[in-house]
């Protein structure tokens, strides 16, 4: 199956390190991604990490990934107010000639000044 | 450049409207996605283009039908709607697909918001 699990919520207060969590299912997943939704917008990605991988850091973000737990975390450094949004964690799965996204149910980040 | 444009933002029709939503990237991007993403829900994709070619249809009811008139562009006819299909719909692209893995990034725009009434 294709199952993507988070937690809805999470607060930090500004300065703080916030860690999004992220569960999945299909072992045969090739990359795993970040994606970042402020209200009424589309979604921006953030990072992404290849299956094969277990840590990948870029500037503020660092993403771990736990291949035999299939878990997968986003750490955000020193958290901004501007960091408010929602965090989908998404799976790819293979397919014949295109590739499916499975999110998961997203988190909604609060970042308390 | 990632970026993928959508139009309209915002769109509010009747339920004997026909109306269309279109999606364009100029990335060079071979394959193209509509995703449609109800309130606190994550994003439910719907079509995916590969190639100008309908290559997956996730039995979306036939009131929605998808036209890709060209590599860059990805419309959604929208005719008989229900106020359930009130939703975000998102238009998404990526590379090249089927081949690496790298080039399957999919790259969303910002949306369209509809209402219907």
């Known amino acids: 199956g294709e199952d993507v699990e988070q937690s809805l919520f999470l607060s930090v207060r500004e300065g703080d390190s916030s860690v999004i969590n992220c569960t999945y299912t299909d072992s045969s997943s090739t990359y795993l991604y970040w994606y970042k939704q402020e209200p009424g917008a589309g979604l921006q990605l953030l990072t992404y990490i290849f299956s094969n991988m277990d840590m990948k850091q870029d500037q503020r973000l660092t993403v771990l990934l736990n291949k035999k737990d299939k878990h997968l975390s986003l750490r955000i450094a020193d958290t901004q107010t501007g960091d408010s949004a929602i965090y989908f964690c998404a799976e790819m799965s293979p397919q014949t000639g295109a590739n499916n996204l499975f999110f998961g149910t997203g988190t909604r980040l609060t970042v308390i000044p | 450049d990632t970026e993928v444009t959508q139009t309209p933002k915002h769109l509010v029709m009747g339920m004997t409207n026909k109306k269309s939503l279109k999606c364009e990237q100029h990335?060079?991007?071979?394959?193209m996605y509509w995703y449609k993403q109800k309130a606190k829900k994550p994003p439910e994709l719907m079509f995916v283009y590969s190639y100008e070619k309908l290559s997956i249809n996730e039995s979306v009811p036939s009131r929605f039908s998808p036209e890709c008139p060209n590599s860059s562009l990805l419309n959604l006819h929208l005719h008989a709607l229900q106020p359930e299909d009130s939703a975000l719909y998102l238009c998404?692209?990526?590379?090249?697909?089927?081949?690496?893995?790298?080039?399957?990034?999919?790259?969303f725009g910002p949306g369209t918001r509809l209402l219907v009434l």
């Open positions: 998404a692209s990526s590379q090249d697909p089927g081949l690496a893995v790298t080039q399957e990034t999919q790259y």
């Open positions: 990335m060079g991007h071979r394959a």
